[in-house]
Antibody, heavy 122, light 109 residues
Framework: EVQLVESGGGLIQPGGSLRLSCAASGFTVSSNYMSWVRQAPGKGLEWVSV???????YYADSVKGRFTISRDNSKNTLYLQMNSLRAEDTAVYYC????????????????WGQGTLVTVSS | SYELTQPPSVSVSPGQTARITCSGD??????AYWYQQKSGQAPVLVIYEDSKRPSGIPERFSGSSSGTMATLTISGAQVEDEADYYCYSTDSSGNHRGVFGGGTKLTVL
């Protein structure tokens, strides 16, 4: 059974750093596309980042240069390192397994974790 | 940046057909996907590659796409289908970014 369990969220001051983790079971993280998607309170879903099985990474403009997606193959775990956090980064962060589809660079999400809440406030 | 546009809300009575649209310039070249999100829960995939239904999703959920518009149809909507629905696709500019629509609140009452 595929499972994704996020952790690492919490209250952090503006300008601070936080690392989110997503422990996967039932499949191999390194063999799949993996993504982070966030949802601000009362708002819609926002794609944040993806890491391809080959290791290529891509980011939303809103987080580029501040967030880093990575994985630890030995732990079958996905990470999101978040630096220089801002109030507008406050959201529930979901990790999701991606599936390649269609043309190059096309993918979607078939399994999601339950999310971890990040609150950026002084 | 690429955008997908959805109506903020759709309302139907139980048993009626609900249609939720999603428009985007790249949809003629990219698949549309649909996610259902109930209050306090993670999103669930209900339609992939425009019109395919994952196992476990009721047959009343269907999808279609024509030109720059994709449509999620719920035939005979049930009270338990009340949720937020998001369309999703990927940017066609080669930047490998995912894009969600703004979401549509479906009310069934």
């Amino acid at each position: 059974e595929v499972q994704l369990v996020e952790s690492g969220g919490g209250l952090i001051q503006p300008g601070g750093s936080l690392r989110l983790s997503c422990a996967a079971s039932g499949f191999t993280v390194s063999s799949n596309y993996m993504s982070w998607v966030r949802q601000a309170p009362g708002k819609g879903l926002e794609w944040v980042s993806v890491i391809y099985s080959g290791g290529s990474t891509y980011y939303a403009d809103s987080v580029k240069g501040r967030f880093t997606i990575s994985r630890d193959n030995s732990k079958n775990t996905l990470y999101l390192q978040m630096n220089s956090l801002r109030a507008e980064d406050t959201a529930v962060y979901y990790c999701a397994r991606g599936r390649a589809s269609g043309t190059d660079g096309e993918y979607y999400f078939d399994y999601w974790g339950q999310g971890t809440l990040v609150t950026v406030s002084s | 940046s690429y955008e997908l546009t959805q109506p903020p809300s759709v309302s139907v009575s139980p048993g009626q057909t609900a249609r939720i649209t999603c428009s985007g310039d790249a949809l003629p070249k990219k698949y549309a996907y649909w996610y259902q999100q109930k209050s306090g829960q993670a999103p669930v995939l209900v339609i992939y590659e425009d019109s395919k239904r994952p196992s476990g999703i009721p047959e009343r959920f269907s999808g279609s796409s024509s030109g720059t518009m994709a449509t999620l149809t719920i035939s005979g909507a049930q009270v338990e289908d009340e949720a937020d629905y998001y369309c999703y696709s990927t940017d066609s500019s080669g930047n490998h970014r995912g894009v969600f629509g703004g979401g549509t609140k479906l009310t069934v009452l």
